[in-house]
């Protein structure tokens, strides 16, 4: 039997710890030379395997960073995943999130209204908005906190398809900007991240107050603002 190319070995590795979660969502990998020291191979190895967990999904490259890790999709929907690697994948999930997130926020702002929102669900949305505004400086806490935000908004609606929805998914749905990657170490990163932090604390007031057409319009405006840097993001790097 054929020995297994060297490059094919790497890429394995490194997949099963990215699909493991023992390297996180967000997490830089190690540099080209630590993996070459690690594995004892050489560059153009290190190179190839790297490319093929790019080709994957699994990873992102930025120049001068080094190599990221993306969060993997979710192993209960493998079979039928849609891969989020283009541009065009990424505007696309957001259209989709548009036409699902604004009206699971009216229904959470709806509950709120008839007190029927659990507090228990109601204190992790408002956690989980603060776990966001304070990850900054860690982008792969910052994806988790991200997910955990919209997700608790489908919880709260109380409807369990708009939550299946979103598990299904999962924090893939999460874009990562060069900014986000690049965390404190960029004004134009912190400034971005305020910003996402402050629309989120915008659909949290509304929901609280029981506005459901505030609550959607709120929700509106912030997938809308993602789906504007999602696109600036890509003008920079062209």
């Known amino acids: ?5 060297r490059s ?14 023992t390297i996180s969502a967000g997490q830089k990998l190690p540099s080209e030379s630590a993996l070459i020291s690690e594995h004892h191979v050489s560059r153009t190895v290190v ?8 080709a994957e999904g699994l990873i992102t490259t930025r120049r001068g960073l080094g190599s990221f890790a993306l969060t993997p ?14 541009l065009r994948d990424r505007l696309d999930v ?26 228990q669900q109601l204190s992790a949305l408002i956690a989980t908005c603060h776990g966001f505004a304070s990850s900054a400086e860690n982008p792969a806490q910052a994806i988790q906190h991200d997910f955990s935000f919209h997700r608790s908004i489908a919880l709260l609606s109380g409807n369990p398809y708009l939550s299946d ?31 996402a932090a402050w629309e989120h604390q915008q659909i949290i007031d509304a ?6 057409a505030g609550a959607a319009a709120a929700m509106r405006v912030h997938l809308g603002n993602s789906r504007r840097r999602v696109i600036g993001e890509h003008g920079e790097k062209s």
């Not at 957001?94 to 604004?102: H, K, S």
């Open 1 to 5: 039997m054929k020995a297994p190319r």
């Open 8 to 21: 094919d070995v790497l890429a394995e590795g490194l997949r099963e710890q990215i699909m493991s979660g």
């Open 47 to 54: 190179r190839e395997a790297l490319g093929r967990l790019h």
């Open 73 to 86: 999709p979710p192993a209960h929907t493998a079979a039928s995943h849609r891969p989020v690697r283009s």
């Open 94 to 119: 957001i259209d989709y999130r548009l036409a699902l997130e604004p009206e699971a926020a009216a229904l959470a702002a709806r509950r709120c209204s008839s007190s029927q929102a659990p507090d």
């Open 165 to 195: 929805a979103l598990d299904s998914l999962g924090p893939v749905m999460i874009s990562m900007p060069r900014t986000r990657l690049e965390g404190s170490d960029s004004e134009h990163g912190r400034q971005r991240h305020e910003l």
């Open 207 to 212: 929901v609280v107050a029981g506005d459901s």
